[in-house]
């Protein structure tokens, strides 16, 4: 099963608007990345988050970690049309088999 | 020009045929991989590669073959190609030694299989 789960499934907002995605996990990890991928392309790394930090700040990007809750949110401000796109978690987890395990996406429509 | 290519971009095939994807890279990264993308299941690693010398299996790998040519190529084949291996296929790349680091992807190659 995945790792990362992302919710909501799909978001659609305004031009302008902010985007909140979530991503949960299950197991306990080393750190966590956001990708986003434009439809029928590949993904690009967005923001990397360290188990050991609780905020991260990328231009319009906002990452959260709480590992308490297993849980992390990409926050999108100020949303342009060009954000349109799906965004994935992956996380690097502890003490499991070698791999990156991504979530299964959020879906972001941003209307002009 | 794109650092990390895939060739073709698009494959329509038969049952039974014998495909193969290549994937070539031009940022002097040792680790490769392959991804698959099927709708609501996210990216699923087939194969990766550490360098030329090391290839392991990914948590999806029946049904698949790869080959690390040199440094910059890294090849999946499908032996014997079956409907359900239709899906988005991706070949990533990354620089350092962990798998924290970011990782590069190519543009995708979508495979029908009939």
């Known amino acids: 099963s995945q790792q990362g789960e992302e919710d909501p499934q799909a978001l659609s907002i305004q031009e302008g608007e902010n985007a909140t995605m979530n991503c949960s996990y299950k197991?306990?990890?080393?750190?966590l990345q956001w990708y986003r991928q434009n439809s029928g392309r590949g993904l690009v790394h967005l923001i990397l988050?360290?188990?050991?930090?609780r905020e991260k700040h990328s231009g319009r990007l906002r990452v959260t970690l709480d590992t308490s809750k297993k849980s992390s949110s990409l926050l999108i401000t100020a949303s342009r049309a060009a954000d349109t796109a799906s965004y994935f978690c992956a996380t690097d987890a502890l003490r499991v088999t070698d791999k990156l395990i991504f979530g299964t996406g959020t879906r972001l429509q941003v209307f002009p | 020009d794109a650092d990390v290519t895939q060739t073709p971009r698009n494959r329509i095939t038969k049952t039974g045929k014998r495909i193969m994807l290549e994937c070539s890279q031009t940022?002097?990264?040792?680790?490769m991989y392959w991804y698959r993308q099927d709708p609501g299941l996210g990216l699923r690693l087939i194969y990766y590669s550490f360098d030329v010398k090391d290839i392991n299996k990914g948590e999806i790998s029946d049904g698949y073959s790869v080959s690390r040519q040199a440094q910059a190529k890294f090849s999946l084949s499908l032996e014997s190609a079956i409907p359900n291996q239709t899906a988005l296929y991706f070949c990533?790349?990354?620089?350092?030694?962990?798998?924290?680091?970011?990782?590069?992807f190519g543009p995708g190659t979508r495979l029908t299989v009939l």
């Open positions: 197991t306990s990890i080393n750190n």
């Open positions: 940022k002097g990264h040792d680790r």
């Open positions: 988050i360290r188990s050991n930090e």
């Open positions: 990533a790349t990354s620089e350092g030694t962990g798998w924290s680091d970011t990782q590069y």
